[in-house]
């Protein structure tokens, strides 16, 4: 990899901003002679970097969580805030994995991995999103079974069968394996009733634990090989 795209993936720098700091002697390679060139080769594995005598940590891909508060809306730009705010900007390339509507709460996985986000959100690949749900009303037992069944939503089809619990707080505790646009909002209306408050806990693997509200973290690597899997 040329060392100005190494800078521009581990500091951050653009082509030009790596040019200029290496021109100014910032940077330096372990073990190489003479002075460094933006276009000069180097292993991301293998070589040591340093920028201003701080060693440099190549990662190819970024995984975060980010417990994502009610007021910012998914995307990756716009003029309202966005969660994209919330993460600290470890690559240029990070997007969202699928999106939460602005008054939803909870795990949203960001990413600069394609290909993984992309396959975890595939219809062939749907991993389990659970959604803690307040309602306006109880929801009976009938209609738990109903959401687990299937519902009309309008769309073409009903939805696929879900998992729907009771929490013990008077509260539903939804799993989905699907995406659909405002999918939770839209069974609970379709069983008359209304979502007050959604939060989702769980994406695939990853559960949002203890992570604060507007917290962000990187996953652990287990939860990553877990991701992979899922
Ligand atoms: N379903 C919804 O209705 N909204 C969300 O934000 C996520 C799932």
Known sequence: MRLDKYLGDTAMLTRKEAAEAIRRGRV?????????????????????????GEILKYQKYHYLMLHKPAGCITATEGSAPTVMDLVPKVSKNLFPVGRLDKDTEGLLLITDDGALGHQLLSPKHHVGKTYEVHTAV???????ERLRAGVDIDDPEPTLPAEA????????LLTLYE??????????MAVGNEVTYLKRLSFGPLQLG?????????????????LRNA
């Open 28 to 52: 330096s390679v372990e073990g190489a002679k003479g002075p460094c060139k933006p276009n000069q080769n180097i292993d991301p594995d293998r070589d040591i970097v340093t920028l201003d």
């Open 165 to 172: 619990e009771p929490d013990g707080d008077g509260h539903l």
């Open 138 to 144: 109880p929801v009976s037992e009938a209609d738990l």
């Open 179 to 188: 995406g659909r646009y405002h999918q939770v909002k839209r069974m609970l």
């Open 210 to 226: 203890d992570l604060e509200k507007g917290a962000c973290r990187e996953l652990t690597e287990e939860e990553a090989e877990a």
